[in-house]
């Protein structure tokens, strides 16, 4: 009869499952329901059963009256055991990443093209595109799970309906940024060229077994790059959406950064995101490779030699040295009051204007990095410090149609002036001092006729490659890196229907030699800064040393996760 009870149960498969974490075999001190004391071993062999899995009985002698302090002993030395390995276990988590130790698995890879069909048409880059060596740039946010909310009145997201989603809006806009969905060939002169052929974007979709808010997006390098932003493969632009543990969902690109700078990825981001909520595109992207074009005659100034470098020029490339700094990055924040702070520090009773945030910050910086360099051989040395400057308003110079045709210009419109001091200087001279000297080597680079002069400079040298000479410089003649203002990072507009991003980030360890420094707006409080900072080992443990009220860790609490 049985009731629903008579059936039979097959054993099919016994194993032993250990704890994930190595264990060194010890003893654990028990009592029995008798009350007598036990040593039980704890040696990781089983979970079949309990972790004891062998009881030995302790000499009653140990324990008598006369000499019951041995039992306290005992336990004492149990408990100092347990702290001491507490401690092991959490320099084990420091040593793993502390959010970082965690398995990506790639579920699907496809091909996203432009939903209309395309001519297929030759694009030249422009010569301010030449100016950038084929590197790859990375950007991703972060998203709050979003199955359980309601957004614009909408309910019910699951992962499959946002891939979905983001793969339609995609392709409705590449139809509009055709260039996203090309590839970059050499022409006849061994000029770098885009052929818009609608090759179409990888899109890759994964799985990720950590939660967002145990994430450690303070160290990306362990939890962010090779990860959860794809390596771009083939052609101009890579997605890839995870979806986290927690049902939170990180969305990520990588595109080619002689095809766009960051004012070109942002405009596509916006985009993208407005298709998704099927709204109009608020911008349609210009390719007008004319704005940039040269004069005739072309001039430029002398100081162009100083700033950019043919790159048969440079001198070969040494070998990586095993003891070298290595390069490595984090983010952190910066609040508002410090930037005030900063500011103030920074501008010269003397100044006629005061310096801006990011000059101050920027200023700040160039005198921790000559710190860093404590070595007495380096106190005599060069340290640079460079600002990537947009040249869209720039170029317009009052033109209201050229101005209006700029702001939606698709491609690369940057220099990368720099300056260039002596280490004791920057260590001895006050905040405000060198300010203006970041005042001032900027003063020359934010013209039209600075830029006008760049497009004639590439010109003349074409087609031999040029680069800007901040970006080969290394620790051989003192540090350099550059900073590169993001203020405008549209994060809140990267909204596709699940609610604004939790974060949103540049990653960019572009393997060369200077650092590189990225401030952006904060996700979750007004005037704070989130900044990207790929510094050296050196550089950076210094900062955090001397710097730390300024440059805070990025932490699931101040992003409001945990």
Not at 145 to 164: A, T
Request: aromatic share 10%; glycine share 8%.
């Amino acid at each position: 009869m049985g009731g629903g009870g008579d059936f039979t149960v097959t054993l099919t498969k016994k194993e032993v499952v250990e704890a994930m974490l190595p264990m060194q075999e010890h003893c654990l001190l028990s009592l029995s329901k008798s009350g007598k004391p036990h040593v039980s071993r704890c040696d990781n062999v089983d979970s079949s059963g309990p972790l004891i899995n062998e009881t030995l009985p302790i000499n009653p002698l140990l324990i008598s009256s006369t000499n019951s302090h041995s039992l306290f002993f005992l336990f004492s030395l149990h408990l100092c055991f347990l702290l001491t390995h507490i401690h092991k276990y959490n320099s084990y988590l420091e040593i793993m990443g502390g959010g970082g130790d965690f398995t990506v698995t790639l579920t699907k890879k496809e091909v996203v093209e432009a939903m209309l069909p395309m001519q297929e048409h030759w694009l030249p880059l422009s010569n301010l595109d030449l100016l950038l060596p084929p590197v790859d740039v990375s950007v991703f946010f972060c998203y709050k799970n979003p199955h359980d909310q309601s957004v614009n009145g909408r309910h019910g997201f699951s992962f499959g309906s946002m891939v979905g989603a983001l793969k339609i809006a995609m392709s409705q806009a590449l139809v509009s940024y055709y260039a996203f969905s090309g590839e970059v060939v050499s022409n006849s002169a061994g000029e770098p060229e885009l052929l818009c052929n609608n090759r179409g974007v990888d899109f890759m979709e994964a799985h990720a077994d950590v939660r967002l808010e145990n994430l450690n997006l303070y160290n990306p390098d362990v939890s962010i790059d090779g990860k959860l932003v794809p390596k771009k493969e083939n052609g101009v632009l890579s997605v890839q959406v995870t979806e986290l543990k927690c049902s939170g969902v990180v969305v990520a690109c990588t595109f080619d950064h002689r095809i766009a700078d960051a004012y070109s990825a942002n405009m596509f981001l916006v985009s993208w995101a407005e298709m998704a909520q099927s709204k109009p595109l608020s911008v349609t992207p210009s390719f007008r490779r004319s704005l940039l074009n040269t004069r005739r005659p072309g001039s430029y100034d002398p100081s162009f030699d100083d700033m950019y470098v043919p790159i048969s020029a440079l001198p070969p490339p040494k070998a990586p040295q095993p003891s070298a700094d290595p390069l490595m990055s984090r983010l952190y924040y910066v609040t508002a009051e410090q930037l005030s702070l900063l500011q103030m520090l920074a501008t010269s009773k003397s100044s006629s204007c005061k310096r801006t945030k990011l000059e101050s910050l920027s200023a700040f910086l160039w005198k921790m990095v000559a710190k860093s360099a404590d070595l007495d051989d380096d106190n005599k040395k060069i340290c640079k410090m460079g600002i990537v400057v947009d040249g869209r308003r720039r170029l317009s110079s009052g033109d209201e149609d050229k101005a209006a045709a700029m702001a939606n210009y698709f491609g690369n419109v940057l220099s990368v002036p720099f300056g260039e001091k002596i280490i004791d200087e920057l260590k001895e001279k006050p905040l405000s001092w060198v300010g203006d000297a970041v005042h001032e080597y900027l003063e020359g680079a934010v013209t039209r006729e600075h830029f006008l002069g760049l497009i004639d400079w590439v010109e003349a040298h074409r087609p031999e490659p040029a680069v800007a000479k901040i970006y080969c410089s290394g620790s051989n003649d003192g540090p350099a890196f550059v900073v590169s203002s993001g203020q405008r990072f549209p994060v809140s507009k990267v909204n596709f229907g699940w609610g604004r991003p939790a974060l949103g980030s540049y990653h960019f360890p572009w393997g060369g030699e200077a650092g590189y420094v990225m401030p952006m707006p904060s996700p979750v409080r007004d005037g704070d800064w989130v900044v990207y900072v790929h510094l050296l080992k050196g550089q950076i443990e210094l900062i955090e040393t001397e710097a730390a009220h300024v440059f805070r860790p990025l932490t699931p609490e101040y992003l409001k996760l945990a």
